[in-house]
């Protein structure tokens, strides 16, 4: 079974940078699609941007549109989410999550991670 794990989350100013990472166990990653979700408080879960198995395809969120980048290294089961020009409303809690194929939901997700943007 893969696990999760998010890291790279933390405070950083209005207009500032961070890079996600999330690290997956097993050696299929390269097989699986990837995503990033977040939830701020009081708020559901919401898509952030996605990423096909062979990279070959990525998704976003229109409120994330050219500030943020998802990459993936599966040489590393690693998942990247570059997040530029960074806004109090992406306050929230960061997670990575796996689709088995395109077609299904996703389901393994990690802990989260924590992004404060402050004003």
């Known amino acids: 079974q893969v696990q999760l794990v998010e890291s790279g989350g933390g405070l950083v100013q209005a207009g500032g940078s961070l890079r996600l990472s999330c690290a997956a166990s097993?050696?299929?990653?390269?097989?699986?699609?990837m995503g990033w979700f977040r939830q701020a408080p009081g708020k559901e879960r919401e898509f952030v941007a996605s990423i096909t198995w062979s990279a070959g395809s990525t998704a976003y969120a229109d409120s994330v549109k050219g500030r943020f980048t998802i990459s993936r290294d599966n040489a590393k089961n690693t998942v990247y989410l570059q997040m530029n020009t960074l806004k109090p409303e992406d306050t929230a809690v960061y997670y990575c999550?796996?689709?088995?194929?395109?077609?299904?939901?996703?389901?393994?997700w990690g802990p989260g991670t924590q992004v404060t943007v402050s004003s």
């Open positions: 999550a796996r689709k088995i194929n395109p077609f299904s939901a996703y389901d393994a």
């Open positions: 097993g050696r299929t990653f390269s097989s699986f699609n």
